[in-house]
């Protein structure tokens, strides 16, 4: 089998018709790379050159054999382009888990930049909740998780994204809701839209701790599966809600039916990042310095 060292020496007597030139442009010594042409002859049972004194020729053997050295050579080189370019980042599939807010903020801005910074890169997208993610990667279905997780568990990275604020999504004609700030002790006993925490573990504990740093435990009328459905349960007039700030500033508002309001006192809650540390794709590496990116530069 031809290696791609012999085809680059034999490319590059084809090409220079001289030992001397040709092992100057390899920087190596002329004595080897004539022995390395000899030993390439004599495996393949054919003179490849024709060799005077005064000059040097491609034999008919040698003309057929330099056309697939360039190609070998060439394959050689995008391979470890190609590798080099994975190893980096810049190309390759990214597989990311996210909870549905994180498809309004921060995931289209974090892909505007992939996008930009590497094009060759495939992104592939998988909505989860913040329980599964774990599973998800350690089971090695998906590179990275964009979740609502309280706990780190052991062996896996973390980074956060967002903290932002729970609001209080209230229906449009709930005019006995105040619009400025609401303090959640005066709507405990409103009909709410719950969120059940078989559902999402770690968001309804989330939501069950903002109650009870407020004193209150809401009557639970409706359940929902997801955040948007329980927007959508808002709309419907039927109760209110606690969502991220996320759902009132990035496209989760039911057009006109629904408004948010905020709430009185500390009320935050997180999304993070999370994958595994030593399994890691190139690409997370890439996805998080778009994160750090996007959050350094200027509004």
Not at 21 to 39: D, G, T, V, Y
Not at 162 to 186: G, K, N, R, Y
Not at 255 to 269: A, H, L, Q, W, Y
Request: hydrophobic share 45%.
């Amino acid at each position: 089998m031809l290696e791609v060292r012999e085809a680059r020496y034999f490319l590059a007597v084809a090409e220079e018709l001289h030992f001397g030139r040709a092992a100057e442009r390899l920087h190596m010594s002329q004595p080897p790379l004539s022995q390395a042409i000899r030993a390439l002859e004599r495996r393949l049972d054919a003179p490849l050159l024709l060799r005077t004194t005064r000059s040097v020729a491609l034999t008919p053997v040698g003309e057929v054999l330099v056309d697939h050295c360039r190609r070998l050579i060439n394959i050689a080189d995008e391979a470890e382009q190609d590798a080099r370019d994975a190893a980096a980042g810049h190309v390759g599939r990214l597989r990311i888990g996210a909870v549905t807010s994180a498809f309004f903020d921060p995931l289209p801005r974090l892909l505007a930049a992939l996008r930009q910074q590497r094009p060759g890169l495939e992104v592939v997208l998988t909505e989860l909740d913040s329980h599964d993610a774990v599973r998800a990667l350690r089971e090695h279905s998906i590179d990275v998780a964009l979740v609502r997780r309280l706990a780190t568990p052991p062996g896996i990275a973390r980074r956060t994204l967002l903290e932002e604020h729970f609001t209080l999504a209230v229906p449009t004609d709930w005019h006995h809701v105040p619009e400025d700030v609401v303090d959640l002790a005066t709507v405990a006993d409103e009909p709410w839209v719950w969120l059940p925490r078989p559902i999402s573990p770690d968001y309804h504990d989330q939501v069950v701790a903002c109650c009870r740093r407020a004193g209150i435990s809401p009557t639970v009328t409706n359940t929902a599966d997801s955040i948007l459905s329980q927007l959508a349960m808002v709309a419907c007039g039927i109760g209110l809600a606690l969502v991220p700030a996320s759902a009132a500033s990035h496209g989760l508002r039911p057009e006109g039916r629904v408004r948010f309001v905020p709430i009185k006192g500390p009320t935050s809650i997180e999304l993070a990042a999370l994958w595994l540390p030593d399994a890691v794709n190139p690409a997370v590496d890439a996805l998080l310095d778009a994160e750090r990116l996007t959050n350094e530069a200027p509004d």
